[in-house]
């Protein structure tokens, strides 16, 4: 393997692994509401035996969630699901706590049978019911622990789905591969006036703008071409994207801040959550003093589904590749028809 390709496959590595971590903190601060949420708001008139089953299993969940250990859904094809045991054998939030308590039998009948099935549609499953009963739990607050797996065209299509990047920028193109920098964000190495040398995912057009990613300090690429009108041309995100159509186009601004994990400069259609059984809910793109928000809003909009993180496989790379891949060839395709 030449150093180019290994630093390539390190990058990459390092690049997936960054997402995998981010999923796994969005999964856990979902429990530690949920846990917040159960402990405020007990069911009425619980017996002392229920009590305290139901006192074990919230300790039992604030530990899974320390742990950060949560199952991956492997399948390409429905990407926002749930799984109720994976392919390794780790179980989600509502699984391991029917596995610690000895609930083996209800755990492999769902797994053999229902593994990717929302825990509120579980109520007809034999022995969920009473063992939910037992442990001092509802139907109701046993889908509020399984995590939503709503996810936004923005962060399926930029801040979650594409390689994130230490820095992005506006730059105008003096040659077909010098630009002049006029705006960035994120950890940016390079200031306003600076000229910086980059690759191109796209045709380049001396005296147009671009929006350039900074994959490493010595590592710039073009990814999109900047309209007259300060927007993106985003149509190749729609045939990658499960849940219907997403916007054609994007602010120039907001999506070079996507590009850096900040969704929230993306507004409108870009941050309505969608998923399976997820109910669309427009997330709040600014503060209150009406300036974009500093953090990336939270998909979360319905009780539904158990923890999805994406991690690393064996040869270094996740499922999430496939989704990169097929963003990067439908970029091309668009970049072409352009020409």
């Keep these: 393997m030449s150093s180019s390709s290994s630093s390539s496959a390190a990058l990459q590595t390092s690049l997936l692994s960054s997402c995998a971590h981010a999923e796994v903190r969005r999964l856990q601060s979902h429990f530690h509401r949920v846990l917040r949420t159960l402990s405020l708001v007990p069911p009425a008139k619980l017996d002392a035996r229920r009590s305290r089953n139901r006192a074990r299993l919230l300790e039992a969940l604030r530990l899974y969630a320390r742990r950060g250990q949560f199952p991956h859904n492997r399948r390409l094809d429905r990407p926002f699901e749930p799984t109720f045991v994976d392919a390794r054998g780790v179980h989600c939030a509502v699984a391991y706590l029917l596995q610690l308590t000895g609930a083996t039998a209800i755990v492999e009948a769902v797994r053999q049978r229902r593994n990717h099935a929302f825990v509120r549609d579980l109520a007809d499953e034999e022995g969920l019911v009473d063992w939910l009963d037992a442990s001092g739990l509802t139907l109701e607050e046993a889908a509020l622990i399984q995590p939503s797996y709503c996810v936004t065209p923005a962060a399926y299509c930029f801040c979650n789905s594409t390689f994130p990047v230490r ?18 964000a994120g950890m940016a190495t390079q200031a306003e006036g600076d000229v910086i040398s980059a690759g191109a995912d796209v045709s380049v057009v001396v005296g147009s703008r671009y929006i350039i990613a900074e994959e490493s300090p010595t590592h710039y690429v073009a990814r999109y071409a900047i309209g007259a009108d300060m927007r993106v041309d985003t149509s190749w995100c729609t045939p990658i994207w499960h849940y219907g159509e997403a916007p054609d186009t994007a602010p120039a601004t907001g999506l070079m801040y996507a590009l850096t994990g900040n969704c929230s400069w993306l507004d409108g259609d870009w941050n309505v959550a969608k998923g399976s059984s997820c109910n669309p809910t427009s997330s709040s793109s600014t503060t209150s003093t009406g300036q974009p928000s500093t953090e990336t809003p939270e998909t979360e909009s319905d009780p539904d589904g158990c923890g999805v993180a994406g991690a690393p496989t064996q040869s270094g790379h996740v499922e999430i590749v496939v989704a990169l891949a097929a963003a990067a060839a439908a970029r091309r395709r668009a970049a072409a028809r352009r020409r």
């Design 167 to 184: 820095a992005a920028y506006v730059g105008e193109a003096l040659t077909q591969g010098t630009f002049r920098i006029i705006d960035s």
